[in-house]
């Protein structure tokens, strides 16, 4: 159903997030309110989009992608094959993936079943956009230019295709809310609307810049000790900029944009980001990776001063869990570098609570919550409900089955309950 601004009476949610730790909650959102920005970066540089990246050139689109089809709401079967096949990954091996790929985009792969002609013709048009833009790539440069296929994400190739063809990865977006049924009043940001990629990295305190949001969440395990490292002001190697990855001695002093010649970048905010802001009440921190997902959307410049300007609740959601970017770290060092981020690009130095007054956190999760140091700052504490995953073990004994059993006394990941969670976000939202 569509709806006008003024008819939902609750305020507008504006939520900073990556595109997967959220995903899980934002369904639960959707069937309490359609009045929901969700604002995205575009600096992922791993996976299947790395690839595209490296051919193309372009904002990274997975991020985008993953909540896009996450929040699409089918309304027949053809929109829902549809949108199953923008999930699809085409298989790891190279020969077999370039094969499956040329039955898609000839329109003859078994994953088109379902799908009405109609919605066909939009979705394969935009597959097919790309494979012109790769092929033109290839016959253009060198061998080293040759696009490969294996792992693909269809969506990222979709997304690419309507980004290339429409001029800007903000169209493609709204594109995709015409003909995925997606609710009038959600929005998808990208933080920034560039049409050239993105560079993340993090400057470490010992003066080292790693290159790439890939390097710093998930560094080379053979990196150890020896890291190739680049000053800010350095000419960016992309040849060893894939190796980069840090030993854990060195902390993330902060996070920024590079351009190509090693200098520092500073992208300008989307239109649509900074109005959604404006006509947002309450401004969420989802959870997630802290520094190369949530801070990449807070370092732009304007981003600061347009949240510092909201009288409403600001949210941090905390993670249950400790990774690798928040190892050690306390609540009160996360809220800290996020503040700290946010103050990177602006003239006026702001207590916490300008950017954070309530942190929500999975009740029995594992980070430490130092609520001394968090009421000092202003922020109120509160817990939601957990989902709990169990732990399971496989273990195999000769001559026996294979056995999988579960741990009942012992959990892995300590996650937010969605519905919990979810409730609780439109409270604050309904104040």
């Not at 006008?4 to 990556?18: D, N």
């Not at 010992?206 to 890939?214: A, L, P, R, S």
């Not at 949210?315 to 700290?340: F, M």
């Amino acid at each position: 159903m569509a709806y006008q601004e003024e008819q939902c009476p609750h305020g507008r949610l504006c939520i900073f997030s990556g595109g997967t730790a959220f995903n899980s909650v934002a369904p639960f959102l959707a069937r309490l309110t359609p009045k929901v920005s969700y604002i995205l970066p575009v600096s992922d540089d791993g996976g299947s989009t790395a690839e595209v990246l490296r051919v193309l050139g372009g904002p990274a689109i997975g991020d985008i992608r993953s909540r896009l089809l996450r929040l699409a709401s089918p309304k027949d079967a053809s929109t829902d094959a549809a949108v199953r096949l923008l999930h699809h990954r085409l298989l790891n091996n190279e020969a077999e993936a370039y094969i499956q790929w040329k039955l898609v985009v000839a329109g003859t792969d078994p994953l088109w079943n379902g799908v009405t002609p109609e919605f066909r013709g939009i979705v394969l048009g935009f597959l097919q956009h790309f494979d012109v833009c790769v092929k033109r790539v290839v016959v253009d440069g060198d061998a080293e230019s040759h696009f490969r296929f294996c792992g693909g994400s269809l969506g990222n190739f979709f997304f690419s295709g309507a980004r290339m063809f429409c001029g800007s990865l903000q169209s493609a977006v709204t594109l995709w809310k015409l003909i995925s049924n997606m609710p009038t009043l959600t929005e998808v940001c990208p933080v920034v609307d560039e049409t050239g990629s993105l560079v993340l990295a993090a400057e470490l305190d010992d003066g080292t810049v790693i290159v790439g949001q890939n390097n710093v969440s998930h560094p080379p395990h053979n990196a150890g000790a020896s890291v190739v490292s680049h000053r800010v002001g350095d000419e960016v190697d992309k040849a060893s900029a894939g190796k980069c990855g840090f030993d854990g001695g060195a902390k993330i002093r902060r996070m920024m944009y590079i351009n190509s010649d090693g200098s520092e970048n500073f992208p300008t905010a989307s239109v649509t980001t900074l109005e959604a802001l404006a006509r947002s009440k309450t401004v969420v921190y989802a959870m997630g990776s802290v520094f190369t997902s949530i801070i990449p959307t807070l370092i732009v410049p304007g981003i600061a001063d347009a949240i510092a300007s909201k009288s409403g609740p600001k949210v941090l959601l905390l993670n249950g869990t400790y990774d690798r970017e928040t190892l050690g770290l306390t609540a009160a060092d996360i809220v800290k570098a996020i503040v700290s981020a946010l103050g990177q690009h602006t003239a006026i130095k702001r207590q916490a609570s300008a950017y954070v007054t309530m942190l929500l956190h999975p009740k029995g999760g594992e980070i430490e919550l130092d609520r001394h140091s968090l009421t000092a700052m202003g922020i109120v504490v509160e817990s939601i409900s957990p989902r709990l995953r169990p732990l399971t073990r496989t273990t195999t004994r000769p001559g026996a089955r294979r056995l999988t059993e579960t741990l009942l006394a012992d959990y892995g990941d300590i996650k937010f309950d969605e519905h919990a969670l979810a409730k609780r976000l439109f409270e604050l939202a309904s104040r």
